[in-house]
């Protein structure tokens, strides 16, 4: 059983930068992904990166602004986000696959952490 916790949520102005964090309870070698979702809406893919930190697939709607990297020491995984829009607006949720494969469904995924909240104002 793993735990994630995220951190690093807020408000931002349109056009802003965030770092979101999520540190595991120990250390894995799941492939890792981000999730959003606003409500009334499905949980929504956003990126994956394998154990050591590899990018593996990034949403279109955030290519070229959102990014992962992994801290192995630190059992954290952060999501980079850039010119953030008020669309990027959702709880934002990381999740562990114990597969090895790249993933999207949230389905698939194995552990979740709680979620941070992500406003982005225009």
């Known amino acids: 059983q793993v735990q994630l916790v995220e951190s690093g949520g807020g408000l931002v102005q349109s056009g802003g930068s965030l770092r979101l964090s999520c540190e595991a309870s120990s250390r894995t070698f799941y492939n890792m992904g981000w999730f959003r979702r606003v409500p009334g809406k499905e949980r929504e893919f956003v990126a994956s990166c394998t154990w050591n930190g590899d990018p593996l697939e990034t949403a279109d709607s955030v290519k070229g602004r959102f990014s992962m990297s992994r801290d192995h020491n630190k059992n954290t995984v952060y999501l980079q986000m850039n010119s953030l829009k008020p669309e990027d607006t959702a709880v934002y949720y990381c999740?562990?696959?114990?597969?090895?494969?790249?993933?999207?469904?949230?389905?698939?995924?194995?552990?979740w952490g709680q979620g941070t909240q992500v406003t982005v104002s225009s």
């Open positions: 999740a562990a696959d114990r597969a090895l494969l790249p993933r999207r469904a949230a389905s698939e995924y194995d552990y």
